[in-house]
């Protein structure tokens, strides 16, 4: 949200500096849903910081509807993933006993 009032000329500055941040930006805008969900699974792209991408999608034209559902789709594989190493390694320190 604050990018999308308060700090909008600021993040669109650094926006306009940037041909890739233009880029990412366009496809957000382009396909909202789907872009929000990829970045979100894949934050080793090297653009942006993970906190950055929220200041771009709330200058782009994704919906709050897309933004949502898209980070929460894309949390749940690291939250299972984390949950599942979490197991593992108890079961693992279980059979050492």
């Known amino acids: 949200m604050l990018a999308r009032t308060y700090l909008r000329e600021q993040?669109?500055?650094?926006?306009?500096?940037?041909?890739?941040?233009?880029?990412?930006?366009?496809?957000?805008?382009?396909?909202?849903?789907?872009?929000?969900?990829?970045?979100?699974?894949s934050p080793l792209v090297p653009a942006l910081p993970i906190g950055g991408y929220n200041y771009l999608y709330g200058v782009s034209s994704v919906s709050i509807f897309d933004f949502l559902v898209g980070i929460f789709a894309g949390s749940l594989k690291p939250y299972f993933l984390d949950a599942y190493?979490?197991?593992?390694?108890?079961?693992?320190?279980?059979?050492?006993e």
């Not at 500055?13 to 979100?40: H, I, M, W, Y």
Request: aromatic share 6%.
């Open 11 to 41: 993040v669109l500055s650094q926006l306009n500096k940037r041909p890739l941040l233009r880029a990412l930006e366009r496809a957000v805008a382009k396909d909202g849903l789907k872009a929000v969900f990829t970045f979100r699974l």
């Open 85 to 96: 190493l979490g197991v593992w390694g108890g079961d693992l320190l279980s059979v050492n």
